[in-house]
């Protein structure tokens, strides 16, 4: 590991200000190909420091943010949810307004990882792991991802967990988070503090970035910009449900996963959430798709047409090809089952 300084934020406020304070001016002024040649946050690090005994990521200083006051689950005057960006993906599973209200990120909370690595990781660094695509974590291997132009080895090599909707030749690399899947279909917010002590909303449909041209660049967030809160609105009626399909029954990132609000009697869908995990580059939601389901009768033909449309655009590249058949299976056994009222 290489050597870096390191500071604890005491607030929120002063979090940005200890990482602008120890970084290059390249890394300020957002020159640098790649950021984690700057600081960094902190928070449970239990995939920065993996990262960073690779040396995959090295930071010349981490802030630890790990002591801010950020650890409350708030009610919104609307009916939502504040969530602190530092409260644990343990404490947010076991949370009793969101076991009775947002069971489905509950239930994807504890879909993820191990109960020793739940009880560190954070909600804001949940949000902000990076791929487990094999040669991203592999330093002597080419990767656009860490080294813009240095190639994509997985697009013809090893890629059974990669993504297929959302990528480009420049990267396969999937998203591997279950609860941002989750935080995806209930429709929710970061809010940020920036170096400048300004602070911004910003939707989780607009949070994360496609591939394209620049892999290295995942999220919308500027150098520096901590999150502070996620911001769930008020659910909507229907059955929660996370399925994840996986090659062990625990501690296993997904293959195929999917994250489900369904409000539905026998013949009809009245309104359908649904974002997929294991699949996209980012946490993937399409609304066409719930759309067309709650636009006509609910019927086995009705939810191949939704199947159709979700994988219009689905590439494999090899080992995952079988992604495709696996999603359409699940998707269809979710509608089945929520038809039936069993979604669970
Ligand atoms: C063996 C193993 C299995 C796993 N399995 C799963 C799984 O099945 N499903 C799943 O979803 N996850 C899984 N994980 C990933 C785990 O959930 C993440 O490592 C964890 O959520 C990251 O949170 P953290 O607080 O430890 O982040 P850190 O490691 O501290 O930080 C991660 C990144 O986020 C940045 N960051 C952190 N907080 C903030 C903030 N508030 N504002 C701005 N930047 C911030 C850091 O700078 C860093 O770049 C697994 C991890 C391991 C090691
Ligand atoms: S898929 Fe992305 S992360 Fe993996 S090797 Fe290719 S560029 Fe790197």
Redesign the pocket.
Known sequence: MKTFAYFRAETADQAPHLLASHASPDYLDGQQANASQGG???????????LMKLQI?TPIALVD?SRLP?TDVEETAEGGLKIG??VT?SDLAAHPLVRERYAVLSRALL????GQ??N???T???????TRCYYFYSPTSPCNKRIPGSGCPAREGRNRMHAILGISEHCIAQH?????VAMQALDASVE?RRIDGSSRRITLADFYLLPEDHPERENV?EVG????HVILPPVPAGQHAYRKV?DRAS????LVSVAAVIDATAGQINSARLAFGGIGVMPWRNREVEQLLCSQPASPQLFNQAAELLLKDARGSGDNNFKIALTRRVLLSVLTDACKGELQ
């Open positions: 960094k946050y902190i928070a449970g690090g239990t995939n920065l420091l993996d990521e943010i950020l960006a530092m993906n879909a993820g990882a191990s690595l739940r560190k990781a954070s804001g660094g949940n949000l902000l792991q990076r591997p988070s279950d609860m941002a940020t967030l910009e901590l999150i502070t996986r501690y296993a990132f997904a």
